[in-house]
């Protein structure tokens, strides 16, 4: 069985950073990994993604803010947030996209930017 295990998420100043970590365990061979968010009363939205090639995509507003990197050799996806907004405010989610075609949710972790 497999599952996503999310950590880092916490309380910070607007202008403050936070390291996001999400450990896939089981038998799996992870594809695409990424990390969504969802505001309240907001739909889920993409923040960045990573291909098994090292390939990054990530929301505009996060551009040059926050960086996505991964292990492959530990299934982990790391997501680095730097200058947060209140607006960065959000449950945030990761996201596997195993090599047969199965897609895993990590529970989510809160993300608050506040003074």
């Known amino acids: 069985q497999v599952q996503l295990v999310e950590s880092g998420g916490g309380l910070v100043q607007p202008g403050g950073s936070l390291r996001l970590s999400c450990a896939a365990s089981?038998?799996?061979?992870?594809?695409?990994m990424g990390w969504y968010r969802q505001a309240p009363g907001k739909q889920r939205e993409l923040v960045a993604v990573i291909t098994r090639g090292y390939s990054t995509t990530y929301e505009d507003s996060v551009k040059g803010r926050f960086t996505i990197s991964r292990d492959s050799t530990k299934n982990t996806v790391y997501l680095q947030m730097n200058s947060l907004k209140p607006e960065d405010t959000a449950v945030y989610y990761c996201?596997?996209?195993?090599?047969?075609?199965?897609?895993?949710w990590g529970q989510g972790t809160q993300v608050t930017a506040s003074s």
């Open positions: 089981g038998n799996i061979i992870a594809g695409t």
């Open positions: 996201r596997l996209d195993s090599s047969w075609g199965v897609t895993y």
